[in-house]
């Protein structure tokens, strides 16, 4: 398959997984970034950060960085926000620059926000 290809959608609503999220990031920009969920202002945000595994300064073995991906994943999915995170991987035209993190603003489902919001 070619690298600016992408394999079909999941099914709408069906869970992310971590080699999904991947094979996003490796099609989209050919670099596996790191990934952060931040909370600012009473709103969460998915952070596409400008560091990434194949660099040499990259603070994560490939061990490390799976396990905290799957860790990422599980959250967005307990969120409610796979199509979302999904959608925005695959679309968006912005790409993760030195210094300049990518931020989609997710729009948790009513009663979920509070599980994770203080």
Known sequence: MPSSALPPPPEPGSPLSAQEVLDLL???????????????????YLQVMWAY??????????????????????????????????????TTSDKPRQGKAMGLAL???????????L
């Open 26 to 44: 490796q099609t989209r920009w050919q670099a596996s970034y790191d990934l952060q969920l931040v909370q600012r202002r009473g709103r969460l």
């Open 53 to 90: 595994l194949e660099q040499q300064s990259f603070p994560l073995t490939e061990e490390g960085y799976r396990s905290k991906l799957e860790e990422l994943v599980g959250l967005l999915n307990g969120l409610g926000v796979a199509d979302q995170v999904r959608s925005w991987l695959a």
């Open 107 to 117: 729009e948790i489902p009513a009663g979920r926000a509070s599980e994770f919001l």
